[in-house]
């Protein structure tokens, strides 16, 4: 799983990656320099190359809190109450939808998430750690409906890699949250007709 290392426990990194959040949104990444992430963080420019070499490592670290805070979200709604759909509608809302929308809305978002190639690692982390979580959700609802998914021709792990990949493919194509989770809810909805017994 993705960790925030040091982050939790040392508010001087926590500053400067909020302070960093706020000019990236404000000014773009191009245009900010680690003299604003400074200024942001209320600390002098040599204070902060002690923790971080240039902003793409920056950036990187606020990544890695946004994504792994993402995932705990992600597990706190599958562990939750109400049914199959409903958990795991709260938990791509939290892991996917919820997570970008705030960078997409601002002026500079699309130069934002447009920079994911310099995050390729981390995101496949985050992703393989997303759907061990959803696979392990799914089994679990096909093993509580007593509904045999390879009888089907279908798996737990190719169910939940199908949802993202869908999820991945809609979020190019719709770029309003409100239809993202319309979207999502359809996909969700359509793994859910797979793991019912339609037995009479």
Known sequence: MIEIEDIATDPKRARILDGAMKVFLAYGFA???????????????????????????????IAMMLMSRSIEQAKTALAGEGDFAER??????????????????????????D??????????CWRSDLVERITETVRSEAGRNGVDLATKGLSARLLADMLLDGLEG????ISDPDEQRQAAAALIRVIDLALSDTRD
Do not use: C, Q, W
């Open 31 to 61: 245009r900010t320099t680690m003299d604003d992430i400074a200024r942001a963080a209320d600390m002098s420019r040599p204070a902060l190359y002690l923790l971080f070499k240039n902003k793409t490592e920056i950036y990187r670290a």
């Open 88 to 113: 795991m509608m709260r938990a791509i809302d939290a892991a996917l939808i919820s997570m970008t929308s705030a960078v997409a809305a601002s002026p500079h978002g699309a130069e934002l998430l």
């Open 115 to 124: 920079m994911k190639s310099s995050l390729a690692d981390l995101v496949g």
């Open 170 to 173: 809609m979020k190019m194509r």
